[in-house]
C-alpha cells in the first residue's frame, strides 16, 4: 500500500488507542532495515512506524556526505516506492531531534513537507519529532508550540518529550537518575501550552523511568502508573473525566521492559513504542554467524578465491532481514497491533 495519509495516520493512531494498543516504531537506516521493517508489519498484519533518527539520516546520506536531510529524504522516498508492494500501511517519522540540530533536521524536512502540501502533494513525513529533553520545561514547550503550527500548516504531527530518557542514542546522553519521572504538574504544563488537539495534534512521550540501550535486570525501574498519573491530572485540567486519556502516549527506551510493563503502559494510553536497540541486534546477529560460519568462503585465505555466493551482500542480507522482520513481528505481538490491519 502506499504510505500512509495524514488521514490514514490519524486514523491508525484512533484505532490503536480505541482498541487498546500500540504501533512499535522501528528505526531504519538503509534501504535493507526499510524492507525488514515493512516486511515485519506485514507479516504480523499490522500498520506500523518506520523512523529516521538526525544520525540515520546522516548515515544514509553517505559516509562522506552526512547530510540529516538528504539521508531522510532518501529513506522516505525508499520506503514509499517498496511500502505500494505490501498489504499494511506504513507511517513515516523522524525520531530524537534535539535543539541544535532543529535548523538542520526538522524545520528544512517541514518547510519541505508544507512546500509539497502547498503544491496539492502529500508530506514527505507523516511525524516529527521535537527532543526537549535537555532545555527546561518552559523552553521545550515555547519551541514545541512554535513547531506545532508549523506542523498544522504541513499537515504533520509533532512528537514532543516531556521528562528526559536516560541512557544514550545518537550522541544525546542522559543521566540515570529521578528527572527520568514525568509529574503531574509537567503533564498539565503541557496542555495548557499546546492544547488538547485544537491546535494541531501531538504525540507526547512521557517519561516513567525509560533508559535508551540495553541494561541487566534490576538496572531500570520502570513505573508505568506515572502515565496513568498523567492522564488523570491533564483530564482534571481540561475538564474532562477521570477516566479520560486525553494524551496520545509514545514509550521510548523500552528495549528489555517486562511483557507487563508494555501491557500497562499500553492501557495507559501508549500509542506508539520505538524499537531500535533490539532490532539493530538482531540484524546484525546472524551476520556475525553467517560470517563466523562461512569464513573461509568469505575470506581469500591462504590465496584461494572463497566463494562469491557466500560473501555477496545479498547472501547474509536476506539473513538480516528475515531476523529483523522477525523481531518487529514480536513487537506487533507484545504491543497487541498484530492483526489489526483494517
Known amino acids: 500500500m502506499p504510505i500512509a495519509t495524514p488521514e490514514i495516520y490519524a486514523d491508525m493512531l484512533d484505532r490503536a488507542k480505541n482498541g487498546s494498543f500500540a504501533y512499535p516504531a522501528i528505526n531504519i537506516t538503509s534501504s535493507q532495515t526499510v524492507t525488514a521493517a515493512i516486511r515485519g508489519f506485514a507479516e504480523a498484519g499490522s500498520d506500523g512506524i518506520i523512523q529516521v533518527s538526525t544520525g540515520g539520516g546522516e548515515y544514509a546520506s553517505g559516509s562522506t556526505i552526512k547530510d540529516m536531510v538528504t539521508g531522510a529524504k532518501a529513506l522516505a522516498a525508499y520506503a514509499e516506492e517498496v511500502a505500494k508492494n505490501y498489504p499494511v500501511n506504513i507511517a513515516l517519522h523522524t525520531d530524537h531531534c534535539p535543539k541544535d540540530k532543529l535548523d538542520g533536521f526538522v524545520r528544512p524536512l517541514l518547510a519541505a513537507s508544507a512546500e509539497r502540501v502547498k503544491a496539492g502533494g502529500l508530506p514527505i513525513f507523516q511525524s516529527h519529532m521535537w527532543d526537549g529533553s535537555a532545555v527546561p520545561l518552559d523552553e521545550n514547550l515555547r519551541i514545541a508550540e512554535e513547531l506545532l503550527a508549523l506542523c498544522k500548516e504541513a499537515n504533520v504531527i509533532l512528537e514532543i518529550e516531556v521528562g528526559v530518557v536516560g541512557g544514550e542514542e545518537d550522541g544525546v546522553d542522559n543521566e540515570i537518575n529521578e528527572q527520568l519521572y514525568t509529574t503531574p504538574e509537567d503533564a498539565v504544563a503541557t496542555v495548557k501550552a499546546l492544547g488538547a488537539g485544537e491546535n494541531g495534534r501531538y504525540l507526547t512521550a512521557l517519561t516513567f523511568g525509560n533508559v535508551h540501550g540495553v541494561?541487566?535486570?534490576?538496572?531500570?525501574?520502570?513505573?508505568?502508573?506515572?502515565?496513568?498519573?498523567?492522564?488523570?491530572?491533564?483530564?482534571?485540567?481540561?475538564?474532562?473525566?477521570?477516566?479520560?486519556?486525553?494524551?496520545?502516549?509514545?514509550?521510548?527506551?523500552?528495549?528489555?521492559?517486562?511483557?507487563?510493563?508494555?501491557?500497562?503502559?499500553?492501557?495507559?494510553?501508549?500509542?506508539?513504542?520505538?524499537?531500535?536497540?533490539?532490532?539493530?541486534?538482531?540484524?546484525?546477529?546472524?551476520?556475525?554467524?553467517?560470517?563466523?560460519?562461512?569464513?573461509?568462503?568469505?575470506?581469500?585465505?591462504?590465496?584461494?578465491?572463497?566463494?562469491?555466493?557466500?560473501?555477496?551482500?545479498?547472501?547474509?542480507?536476506?539473513?538480516?532481514?528475515?531476523?529483523?522482520?522477525?523481531?518487529?513481528?514480536?513487537?506487533?505481538?507484545?504491543l497487541r497491533s498484530a492483526g489489526t490491519h483494517a
Request: charge should be negative.
Open 215 to 334: 541494561y541487566k535486570p534490576g538496572n531500570v525501574k520502570l513505573r508505568p502508573e506515572i502515565l496513568k498519573t498523567a492522564q488523570e491530572a491533564a483530564a482534571e485540567a481540561l475538564g474532562l473525566g477521570a477516566d479520560a486519556r486525553p494524551f496520545d502516549l509514545v514509550f521510548h527506551g523500552g528495549s528489555g521492559s517486562t511483557a507487563e510493563e508494555i501491557a500497562a503502559a499500553v492501557d495507559y494510553g501508549v500509542i506508539k513504542m520505538n524499537v531500535d536497540t533490539d532490532t539493530q541486534y538482531a540484524f546484525t546477529r546472524p551476520v556475525a554467524e553467517w560470517m563466523m560460519r562461512n569464513f573461509d568462503g568469505v575470506l581469500k585465505i591462504d590465496g584461494e578465491v572463497g566463494n562469491k555466493k557466500q560473501y555477496d551482500p545479498r547472501a547474509w542480507g536476506k539473513e538480516a532481514e528475515a531476523a529483523m522482520a522477525r523481531r518487529v513481528v514480536e513487537a506487533c505481538e507484545n
